[in-house]
Nanobody, 114 residues
Framework: QVQLVESGGGLVQPGGSLRLSCAAS????????MAWHRQAPGKQRELVAR??????TYADSVKGRFTISRDSAKNTMYLQMDTLEPEDTAVYYC?????????WGQGTQVTVSS
């Protein structure tokens, strides 16, 4: 089975930046889409950004501040988060999809606070 492992979360001040990584146990070229989701306490999980061969899309709340990317050589997907706001505080999850199956990482905590 495919394993996805997120890393890079932590505590950052408002206005700061953070870069999340999602390392896959297999070549990420096998995924037709990869995405970042997040879930804040008391809220439902939401789609933050996704990327496929056609490009990338973002939630309105993060558009212009976050950038999703993939590095096939490292089998890793990234989420560059700039101008972070307290509202960005959540557990961030990596998702990868093949034609048949969705895979999820364990999540990494991002806390934006002064």
């Amino acid at each position: 089975q495919v394993q996805l492992v997120e890393s890079g979360g932590g505590l950052v001040q408002p206005g700061g930046s953070l870069r999340l990584s999602c390392a896959a146990s297999t070549t990420i070229s096998s995924f037709y889409t990869m995405a970042w989701h997040r879930q804040a306490p008391g809220k439902q999980r939401e789609l933050v950004a996704r990327i496929d061969s056609g490009g990338s899309t973002y939630a309105d709340s993060v558009k212009g501040r976050f950038t999703i990317s993939r590095d096939s050589a490292k089998n890793t997907m990234y989420l560059q988060m700039d101008t972070l706001e307290p509202e960005d505080t959540a557990v961030y999850y990596c998702r990868a999809a093949t034609w048949r199956t969705d895979y999820w990482g364990q999540g990494t905590q991002v806390t934006v606070s002064s």
